[in-house]
């Protein structure tokens, strides 16, 4: 029979996308459940405010510059955190943010910008740390995918592609991965109230949600809150070893009616 040793009480942390909503959101739950947390992204003013409040709060945060685009710069953050914090246990990849447009619109640069950060910077952390984990024969590897993956949305740029690959490669590593111990898991969102793509400017947005209405996308108003992707990441990542929780699609619930509406 198969043995499986129980993860370590202390399982360090490393967020790619920690300065604002599901990453920053997902810090804090961790956190609060005694992980230490190293906080990644490019805007480090919100992360050092983030590190603190969790602090201050009796938990461990270390924050440190991210830019997932930038191989140096991953190299950076996961010397440092670990440096601070210790070895990986968890990783949650959910950097990036959104830029809308049809295809054909797109120029190649803007293209690629987006394939960049959403998928080559998922790989970025995998290549930096799942060897290490491999090695200790343990951890868990989030990738924060997105319900376009599988239903791709109008004007929506290189996004759906993007996600689409990321969720392809998740699922060839869970195969290369089988039987060393490390994990790696989807939480795909459905619509989620960031700050992602929210300054968008009005004449953009408009035409992005008259085409999201005409094609079946706005079945009701309700939208995700970061805290609903932090509560499905700690579920996958606290699941018992023996047990790999490979896909969690997580969407926005109907407000209920009252009787006669």
């Known amino acids: 029979?198969?043995?499986?040793?129980?993860?370590?009480?202390?399982?360090?942390?490393?967020?790619?996308?920690?300065?604002?909503?599901?990453?920053?959101?997902?810090?804090?739950?961790?956190?609060?459940?005694?992980?230490?947390?190293?906080?990644?992204?490019?805007?480090?003013?919100?992360?050092?405010?983030?590190?603190?409040?969790?602090?201050?709060?009796?938990?461990?945060?270390?924050?440190?510059?991210?830019?997932?685009?930038?191989?140096?710069?991953?190299?950076?953050?996961?010397?440092?955190?670990?440096?601070?914090?210790?070895?990986?246990?968890?990783?949650?990849?959910?950097?990036?943010?959104?830029?809308?447009?049809?295809?054909?619109?797109?120029?190649?640069?803007?293209?690629?910008?987006?394939?960049?950060?959403?998928?080559?910077?998922?790989?970025?952390?995998?290549?930096?740390?799942?060897?290490?984990?491999?090695?200790?024969?343990?951890?868990?590897?989030v990738m924060i995918s997105s319900d376009t993956a599988n239903h791709p949305r109008p004007r929506s740029g290189a996004y759906p592609a993007a996600k689409t690959a990321v969720e392809i490669m998740a699922r060839q590593m869970v195969m290369e991965l089988e039987g060393t111990g490390v994990r790696v898991s989807l939480v795909r969102p459905g619509p989620t109230l960031t700050g992602m793509g929210m300054t968008t400017p009005a004449e953009v947005i408009g035409p992005v949600l008259e085409d999201w209405v005409r094609w079946g996308f706005a079945r009701h108003p309700e939208m995700l809150r970061a805290s609903h992707l932090a509560a499905a990441i700690v579920a996958v990542v606290s699941a018992p070893r023996g047990a790999h929780i490979q896909l969690t699609e997580v969407q926005p619930e109907a407000r209920v009616l009252h009787p006669g509406a």
């Open 1 to 141: 029979m198969p043995r499986f040793e129980p993860h370590p009480d202390r399982r360090p942390v490393l967020i790619a996308g920690a300065s604002s909503g599901i990453g920053a959101a997902t810090a804090a739950a961790l956190a609060e459940l005694g992980h230490p947390v190293a906080l990644g992204a490019r805007r480090v003013e919100l992360l050092e405010t983030l590190a603190a409040k969790i602090n201050d709060n009796g938990g461990e945060a270390f924050a440190h510059r991210l830019d997932v685009a930038d191989t140096g710069s991953v190299d950076a953050f996961v010397t440092a955190a670990e440096a601070a914090l210790g070895p990986a246990e968890i990783v949650v990849s959910g950097a990036g943010d959104m830029s809308f447009g049809r295809v054909h619109e797109m120029t190649p640069e803007d293209f690629r910008a987006q394939v960049d950060v959403h998928l080559i910077g998922v790989h970025r952390l995998v290549h930096r740390v799942v060897p290490d984990m491999i090695a200790r024969q343990r951890g868990d590897f």
